[in-house]
Every structure is written in C-alpha cells, then in structure tokens.
C-alpha cells in the first residue's frame, strides 16, 4: 500500500520532501498551492496545462508531451501540478510524494465559477496566448467548459487518487490528502519555515 499519513503522528520515517506531484480536481487550488510550494522549498514549478495547452488550444501530441515532462522531472527537485494520465507515471516515477488537494465539492464550484469570471473579463493570457473562451459560462458540455467540467469530474477524481493511494505500485509514494485552506497553509508555512520531510503532520495532527 502506498504510504499515507499514520494516523496523528505522520508519516513513519523521515524522508525529505524533494520532487513533488500536486494534483485535484479542476478549481481545488492545484497550480497556485504547487507555485507557492515550490517558492517556498526553492524548487521549479512545472503547471501541466501550460504544457500541454499550445496556442489556440491546440493539445501537444502526446509523444512531445512526454518527452518534455520526462525531462523536467529528471531533476533533483520540482513541484508539478496536474492531473494528465498521458504523463502521471512519468511525474510519479520521480515523484516521492503527491499533495492531492480534495476540498469540498461547494468550494471547488465556488472557485471554479470566478476564477472563470475573472479570467473571462479580464482577458487574462493562460498560456501561449490562450484566454479563457466566453463559453466557458454558459454550456453545459463538460468538454467545452471547465465548469461542467469541474462538476462532472469531481467524484471520478476522488475516486482515482483513493484508489491510487491504496495501489501498491505507488508504495514508493508519500501521499498527503488535503481537505481544508487551514491544512494547505499550515503546509506552506512549514516548508517556508525549514522545509517539508515524511514528518509533517496530516490535518488536526
């Protein structure tokens, strides 16, 4: 079984924290914990979706995808956040640990809808040049809105990284399951304080 928090007292050893996989479902925080994380730890970050999204959308073929990833997470440390199936084993190959942000349904929907407000009226660039569409606030297919998106996705990825955390190719893997904004800054404050190691203790720890 993949290690995971041992009830209040952390993880049982003390490994540090070096090559990290942050993933969640679409509108849990991923990209701005992963950024602040990797601040913190004096670590690059890598955000997937700036990757594999080219400009006017277009997806990378999957071939170049995962060459860059490959080479990314060769390095000694890193924080990547993303969830892409194409490129997960190559991160957690590398990867001695992965955050995965699980906050409620309510305040994932709740981020999700003005963070795609925001973006939409601002005009903000994503990445190479890419805005968010309008539609993403008004359709319902899932495939061309985030927010349907979000929504339709949550139970599947609650239950791909349950399942994944109980998968003994992961043993290799400290996961850590974040439920809370409280637990995600006590986090950050312990890696800008003296770094993160299997230590750290899980939520109410």
Do not use: C
Not at 48 to 70: I, K, N
Not at 78 to 107: C, E, F, M
Not at 136 to 149: G, K, M, T, Y
Not at 183 to 202: D, T
Request: no cysteine.
């Amino acid at each position: 079984m993949a290690r995971a928090w041992a009830g209040r007292g952390g993880f049982a050893d003390n490994d540090p924290v070096l090559r990290v996989s942050v993933v969640g479902n679409s509108g849990s925080g991923k990209t701005t914990f992963a950024s602040e994380l990797g601040r913190r730890l004096g670590a690059p970050h890598l955000e997937l979706d700036s990757v594999f999204h080219q400009a006017d959308w277009e997806p990378l073929p999957a071939g170049e995808f995962r060459e860059r990833v490959a080479a990314f997470t060769a390095g000694d440390r890193w924080v990547v956040d993303g969830n892409y199936s194409k490129v997960l084993d190559l991160v957690w190959q590398r990867a001695d640990t992965v955050i995965w942000l699980d906050p409620p349904r309510h305040r994932v929907m709740r981020r999700i809808v003005w963070r795609t407000l925001r973006r939409v009226f601002s005009r903000a660039e994503l990445w190479n040049g890419n805005r968010e569409p309008w539609g993403n606030l008004f359709r319902l297919d899932p495939e061309q809105s985030v927010i349907a998106w979000a929504w339709t996705r949550y139970k599947i990825v609650r239950e791909r990284y349950t399942q994944a955390q109980a998968d003994e190719a992961n043993a290799h893997l400290n996961f850590v399951r974040i439920r809370s904004d409280r637990h995600a800054q006590a986090l950050l404050n312990r890696a800008g304080a003296e770094g993160l190691s299997g230590s750290v203790r899980p939520e109410g720890g």
